[in-house]
Nanobody, 115 residues
Framework: QVQLVESGGGLVQPGGSLRLSCTPS????????MAWYRQAPGKQRELVAR???????YYPDSTKGRFVMSRDFAKNTVYLQTNSLRPEDTAVYYC?????????WGQGTQVTVSS
């Protein structure tokens, strides 16, 4: 069972930035892909960024150009840098990893964008 520890959420004004972190209990080398999702109240969970073991991250149109997903192998941590935040970015953000042992989710971290 893989445990994911997330941090970095909070309250930020429109146009601001936050960096979310996700540290799994296993090496990030062991995962086929890692991703960030978000879920706003009353809405379905949606993908905001994904990175495969090899290659560049993928972003949907809603986050492309504003969010950046990266990995620090030395710290065994994956990050989501969120920039130019908008009120519609308000949601619980979840880290997700997928590997041969299964598919795992973090507990979620709240991001609230409001003035």
């Amino acid at each position: 069972q893989v445990q994911l520890v997330e941090s970095g959420g909070g309250l930020v004004q429109p146009g601001g930035s936050l960096r979310l972190s996700c540290t799994p209990s296993e090496s990030i080398f062991s995962f086929t892909n890692m991703a960030w999702y978000r879920q706003a109240p009353g809405k379905q969970r949606e993908l905001v960024a994904r990175i495969f073991r090899i290659g560049s991250p993928y972003y949907p149109d809603s986050t492309k150009g504003r969010f950046v997903m990266s990995r620090d192998f030395a710290k065994n941590t994956v990050y989501l840098q969120t920039n130019s935040l908008r009120p519609e970015d308000t949601a619980v953000y979840y880290c997700n990893v997928n590997g041969t042992s299964g598919d795992y989710w973090g507990q979620g971290t709240q991001v609230t964008v409001s003035s």
